[in-house]
């Protein structure tokens, strides 16, 4: 196999096919870099905090992907990294191989690997994706910022309100259940298809809303509001997309057991369908109406009595919230599959450290 020039090492990584159920293009694979993964822990003993200096291709090994780092930490060695870029396949038929390549005495990699908020990093998430949150903080603890290019930060309540966390992934915010929230600018334009995923974890006994969709921000009260994902006080968790009438497409187990989960709700020209840890929960018909969503939030929405709701207020969500996307398309079943196994780290198997013994150091 071809070796990227410059690098002297390599781990080879492989997604399981049988955990893909169609060829996806562009995909963004979640890399996880820690102990019990392969050799990866090798990477920062190479690197240290110059991380800048890797690359991952694709499985011919000089194709190279684009990286974002969402997590580096150097003391714990422990990382999180998403790839990806137009012309890749994640395939349904065989194993796909990719390699991270990593040499401490090679020139940063700026053209494909960044920090969130870099051009690199933008470029992992295809067109579709309108907003990517990692939940972790952004340059102070007010805010929490959006992946892709379209800059759809997200600000929260106040100052550590929610406050970051240990997540799924990586970072998340932790909602108090009381008065925390994240405002979302919603400039996704008024798609009638759409994609709302995200992984939350919760054991609390009240009713709260995990992303709510409305036309105005909390406290006040909206004139338009549909509480998209919602988890009653019997655990039960909810979906709704308006679509001109009232409905919901519910669970019949409960999702408060202090675990993690992967909800997404998928709203296409004529129906949408919930899914949960990669099982589809259920759907119901008519076409969804995105014409007055002028607002949006993570971890409270509006509830009404006329809604099946205790009482008309805002109800917050108590518990984590972690790696939120939206997308303005449909996404597969297969789609959902492979994020769900790519972000619970059960896709990949990694492999032992290479070296190139072609390789010769500049001096």
Known sequence: M??????????????????????LSWFPLTIFLKSGDGDTTKIFDELGSNNLKMA???SDGTTQLYVEIEQWDTTNKVGVLHCGR??????????TDYYIYYDSSHADNTDYVGVKNSTPAQSVWDDNFKAIYHMS?????????????NNNDGTKKGANEPIEADGKVAKAQDFDGTDDWVDIPY?????????????FKTSAASWGIIFGQADAKPPSRPAAYV???TIKDTGVLRAELWNGTR?????????????WHHAVIVGNTNTQSLYVDNQSIGSRSGTIDQSWW????????????????????????NGLIDEVRISNVARSADWIKATYYSLNNSLLTYGAEETNANFFPFF
């Not at 137009?86 to 194993?95: E, Y």
């Not at 400039?187 to 992984?199: A, D, R, V």
């Not at 809604?307 to 207020?313: I, V, Y």
Request: proline share 3%.
């Open 2 to 23: 071809a070796w990227l020039s410059g690098y002297n090492k390599r781990i080879k990584v492989t997604a399981d096919h049988t955990k893909v159920g169609s060829n």
């Open 56 to 58: 991952i291709t694709k």
């Open 86 to 95: 137009d012309g890749d396949t994640l395939s349904s038929s065989a194993d």
């Open 137 to 149: 903080d952004g340059a102070d603890t007010s805010h929490i910022y959006d992946s892709t290019s």
């Open 187 to 199: 400039n996704f334009g008024k798609p009638n298809t759409i994609t709302i995923e995200l992984w």
């Open 227 to 229: 509480p998209v994902l």
């Open 247 to 259: 409905g919901e497409i519910s669970t019949t187990f409960s999702v408060k057991d202090g675990n």
């Open 294 to 317: 002028t607002y949006s939030t993570i971890g409270t929405g509006f509830g009404a009595t006329s809604r099946g709701f205790p009482s008309d207020a805002w109800y917050y969500f």
